[in-house]
T-cell receptor
Framework: GAGVSQSPSNKVTEKGKDVELRCDPISGHTALYWYRQSLGQGLEFLIYFQGNSAPDKSGLPSDRFSAERTGGSVSTLTIQRTQQEDSAVYLC??????????????FGAGSRLTVL | AQSVAQPEDQVNVAEGNPLTVKCTYSVSGNPYLFWYVQYPNRGLQFLLKYITGDNLVKGSYGFEAEFNKSQTSFHLKKPSALVSDSALYFCAVRDENTGNQFYFGTGTSLTVIP
């Protein structure tokens, strides 16, 4: 597609429920990142996918968080048993092969999660 | 460890005046440096980048940034601020040695006063 598409744009859920956030990257972009942006905070790295390589999960805050990327394209970030502190905007970004430092990240508009 | 610092949470400037948003970084190898802007309820948009070559980089919307290796800085500048420049600005760095990770600063909120 023309840009990075994220859905839903807004999600309100109750504490303890599971949520899934979807990211559709730009066609041909092999690298995909998830970040979390909390109110008044910067961007917190969550997870990174590059082609068929094992993902870099070093930023996932707990085992309630997981992500997958099917067929090297669409990615789903899953948060199980949501907590109020999970409330944030979840940003997805994609890039061409990051082997070249010149490549930049293109961000989606984000999914705003509110846990009541 | 790799990191980015944006020392000012908030910058206010009068319309028509020059603006500067500060960024310093720490990496082990040569840095790749980026600036992004975020408008309300939007994702981040790429403004400009420094990879190699000329230390003064020009980007979108009249913005420019100067890479200063000795001061490990990459400040964002614009000669004449517009009210529409009001937004949240993020500096980011990639380390040529670690490659994959982008490290973002905490952001600077710019307000241009009419």
């Amino acid at each position: 597609g023309a840009g990075v598409s994220q859905s839903p744009s807004n999600k309100v859920t109750e504490k303890g429920k599971d949520v899934e956030l979807r990211c559709d990257p730009i066609s041909g972009h092999t690298a995909l990142y998830w970040y979390r942006q909390s109110l008044g905070q910067g961007l917190e790295f969550l997870i990174y996918f590059q082609g068929n390589s094992a993902p870099d999960k070093s930023g996932l805050p707990s085992d309630r968080f997981s992500a997958e990327r099917t067929g090297g394209s669409v990615s789903t970030l899953t948060i199980q048993r949501t907590q109020q502190e999970d409330s944030a905007v979840y940003l997805c970004a994609s890039s061409r092969d990051v082997g070249s430092g010149a490549n930049v990240l293109t961000f989606g508009a984000g999914s705003r999660l509110t846990v009541l | 460890a790799q990191s980015v610092a944006q020392p000012e949470d908030q910058v206010n400037v009068a319309e028509g005046n020059p603006l500067t948003v500060k960024c310093t970084y720490s990496v082990s190898g040569n840095p790749y440096l980026f600036w992004y802007v975020q408008y309300p309820n939007r994702g981040l948009q790429f403004l400009l980048k420094y990879i190699t070559g000329d230390n003064l980089v020009k980007g979108s919307y009249g913005f420019e940034a100067e890479f200063n290796k000795s001061q490990t800085s990459f400040h964002l500048k614009k000669p004449s601020a517009l009210v529409s420049d009001s937004a949240l600005y993020f500096c980011a760095v990639r380390d040529e040695n670690t490659g994959n990770q982008f490290y973002f600063g905490t952001g600077t909120s710019l307000t241009v006063i009419p």
